[in-house]
């Protein structure tokens, strides 16, 4: 029932201290939450790509997530430096569903900040939820390294309830994967984002 | 009381319940342990006033419908009548998301411990932690919008036993009228805790 009184504290929090505060709140929570799941390392991407379908990562605590390891990300000089990452389901789909099935209609303070977020930081959102969940995976990212280096994540694209798709253009242009791909994999996923190795040389076609 | 039948939400994600707890935690950090209270209070008496009111024509009907997940007092979690108005829940609906929060973070915040003192001395001496006074609160407040035959339904909680094993039992001037009213002797309290969550009483005044 936590998730669902959640819900009702966003619409306090709103009311409060704005959509942009819970939007504060919401980064400021996925950073502790990823500082405090702590460090790891991998000696390669096979060994992080492995833990990632055992569920041994930080990234696990989201629920299942497929690592798309034909869809390697390469560098200048043609070097994988890292993949792409797919959720079938959005970790607030149960959510979303819970709520309709205990209060009815999920609450107009949700889309605010979803709104607020994709004017103002990334259009990508479809949910308050959203605001947290990039902001921990950019934190966690940061604790992760494979061959020593640590990770960067880019959240790709991402599907709503009602089946609409948002893509970031920005972060697509980085790792210079085609749109067309992005969206064929939108059929099957709901979540798509990239994990690189920070500081890469990538290419631009 | 238990059955095939019993409908229930789907689950939700445990990812949502730990950055809820992470939620909790930070705000715990700006109102301290007795706001945290006042607000937990108040998220669990606005979801109960946000999910729609019952009535029901006998105290059979709103058993059937409890034992089915049909009532709000039912909506989160599996209750089982042990006799009319002793209630048990075997499992806590906050074990999934707690587990998820030991095995990727690690020991519970205590601000989780310190609220549940606050509450116990001002409210009732039965949470063991936070996650009890949103528990308790909503049983309270949702109990009030069911009506039996005309009559509202009230609720009492008896006893509560965290994962661990902990237990706290309500006050012992008021425990032997409460377990007259549900139909229990203590030591019957005392079988039920080994294989429950929580003890709780409903009756209609």
């Known amino acids: 029932m936590l998730d669902v009184a959640l819900v009702s504290l966003i619409e306090d929090l709103i009311e409060k201290a704005g959509a942009d505060g819970v939007i504060e709140f919401w980064q400021r929570v996925g950073e502790n ?77 949700d889309k605010a900040v979803a709104q607020e977020y994709n004017e103002n930081f990334h259009n990508i959102a479809w949910c308050n939820f959203c605001v947290f969940h990039e902001r921990f995976r950019e934190e966690v990212a940061k604790n992760i390294t494979v061959s020593g280096n640590p990770l960067e994540c880019l959240l790709i694209a991402t599907r709503g309830f009602d089946g609409e798709t948002r893509i970031s253009g920005k972060n697509l242009a980085k790792i210079n994967i085609n749109s067309e791909h992005v969206r064929a994999l939108l059929r099957n996923y709901e979540c798509v984002y990239a994990l690189i190795m920070r500081g890469s040389r990538l290419r631009e076609d | 009381m238990e059955g095939p039948e019993h409908v229930r939400v789907p689950e939700s994600n445990p990812f949502v319940d730990v950055a809820t707890h992470l939620f909790l935690e930070d705000l715990a950090s700006k109102v301290g342990t007795g706001g945290l209270n006042n607000y937990l209070i108040s998220l669990a008496n606005n979801l109960a006033a946000r999910m729609p009111e019952e009535e029901y024509a006998s105290w059979d009907e709103f058993l059937e419908a409890m034992k089915r997940g049909q009532s709000i007092l039912s909506t989160f979690e599996e209750v089982r009548a042990v006799t009319p108005n002793c209630m048990v829940t075997p499992h806590s609906p906050f074990e999934r998301g707690w587990r998820e929060y030991a095995k990727r973070i690690g020991a519970f915040s205590k601000v989780h411990k310190e609220v549940a003192e606050y509450y116990n001395a001002k409210v009732r001496p039965t949470a063991v932690n936070s996650l009890h006074i949103i528990l308790q609160t909503f049983r309270d407040a949702a109990s009030r919008r069911v009506k039996v035959a005309g009559r509202p339904v009230r609720y009492e909680q008896i006893a509560t036993v965290w994962v661990d094993g902990e237990r706290k039992l309500a006050s012992p001037d008021r425990l032997p009228a409460l377990l007259k009213r549900a139909g229990i002797t203590r030591t019957r309290l005392g079988m039920l805790l080994r294989n429950n969550a929580e003890v709780w009483l409903l009756y209609s005044e």
């Not at chain 1, 790509?49 to 200048?76: K, Q």
Request: charged fraction near 20%; include cysteine; hydrophobic fraction near 40%.
């Open chain 1, 33 to 109: 939450l990823a500082n405090r799941i702590g460090k790891e390392a991998y000696m390669g991407w096979t060994s992080f790509n492995v833990a990632v379908r055992e569920g041994r990562t930080a990234y696990s605590i989201e629920g299942d997530v497929t690592p798309l390891t034909d869809m390697a990300i390469t560098d200048v000089d043609g070097d994988v430096v890292g993949y792409i990452y797919a959720m079938k389901q959005c970790c607030y789909l149960p959510t979303i569903l819970r709520v309709r099935y205990s209060v009815g209609e999920l609450s107009r303070a």
